[in-house]
């Protein structure tokens, strides 16, 4: 990829997030690290910058429309205009059987794992219309979950929000496939990332990893390589996928 392309990638302070804003970086694509906690995401920002990257971080809480109209000013501010938007930050409530389940926990899961695309739709798709007017690639990367594709009983309305992550990702990848923006989503297996201990429940760490057939659980560098690719060239007739990064655990 050549260097003026930008991307913005929102939880990129921990977990997939850091590893798809480094990814992009080590290809010479300037990033904005967009995460509502701050010392993270300064820190994924300050590590690219002292590689010789481009990156800038930019405080955001996904679900508020105000704080996806402040990126896309400081993106604009700093690197001129967005090619790549990866909505990425992601949230759970630990597992548990449904009827235990909350309308908090309701809420949260579809607050930061849907709703969070709502605006991210409403602020970015103009941007990127704006930078396929000028000629250049625009796409966006949704991480959904293999959760959104099967049944994981105890996370039931984090699976309804990663499936319907997956849905909007198709329709989108339809309704704007005119304009050659292109919509994919990421479905990653259970993950080497801060969230990890909350998709637990009753099963062990090891039981899960017996349900993968290349036997480990997925590493950031997976999810940002996967990522990073389906935002490429080399991707261009790639659109409305769903992959699973799973490591088998679909097949
Ligand atoms: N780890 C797994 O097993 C797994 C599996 C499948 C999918 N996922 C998905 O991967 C994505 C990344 O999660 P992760 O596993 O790297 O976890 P993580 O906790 O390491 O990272 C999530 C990041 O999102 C940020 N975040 C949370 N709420 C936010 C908000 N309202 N606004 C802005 N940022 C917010 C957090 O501060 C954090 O930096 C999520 O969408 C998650 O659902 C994770």
């Not at 996904?62 to 992601?90: D, H, Q, S, Y």
């Not at 949230?91 to 908090?104: D, G, H, M, R």
């Not at 039981?207 to 036997?215: D, E, H, V």
Request: aromatic share 8%.
């Amino acid at each position: 990829m050549s260097s003026p392309r930008v991307a913005i990638v929102t939880g990129a302070g921990s977990g997939f997030g850091a590893g798809i804003a480094q990814r992009f970086a080590k290809d010479g694509v300037a990033v904005v690290v967009a995460d509502v906690a701050e010392e993270g995401g300064n820190k994924v920002a300050q590590d690219i910058v002292a590689k010789g990257g481009k990156a800038i971080f930019v405080k955001c809480d996904v679900t508020k429309r105000e704080a996806w109209e402040n990126v896309l000013a400081e993106t604009t501010a700093a690197f001129g205009g967005v090619n790549f938007v990866i909505n990425n930050a992601g949230a759970t409530y630990a597992s548990k059987p449904v009827l235990e389940t909350t309308e908090a926990d309701f809420d949260k899961v579809n607050d930061v794992n849907l709703k969070s695309i709502f605006y991210s739709v409403h602020v970015m798709v103009p941007a990127l219309l704006e930078t396929r007017k000028k000629g250049g690639p625009a796409a966006v990367v949704n991480v959904a979950s293999t959760a959104g594709i099967m049944g994981r009983p105890g996370l039931t309305w984090y699976c309804a929000s990663k499936a319907a992550a997956i849905s909007v990702t198709k329709n989108l990848a339809i309704e704007f496939g005119p304009d050659q923006i292109r919509f994919n989503a990421i479905c990653p297996v259970f993950g080497n990332t801060g969230l990890k201990h909350m998709f637990v429940g009753q099963a062990s760490e090891e039981q899960i990893i017996k349900t993968i057939p290349l036997g480990r659980a997925s590493e950031p560098e997976d999810i940002a390589n996967s990522t990073v690719f389906l935002c490429s060239d080399e991707a261009s007739f790639l659109t409305g996928v769903a992959l699973p990064v799973d490591g088998g655990r679909l097949a």
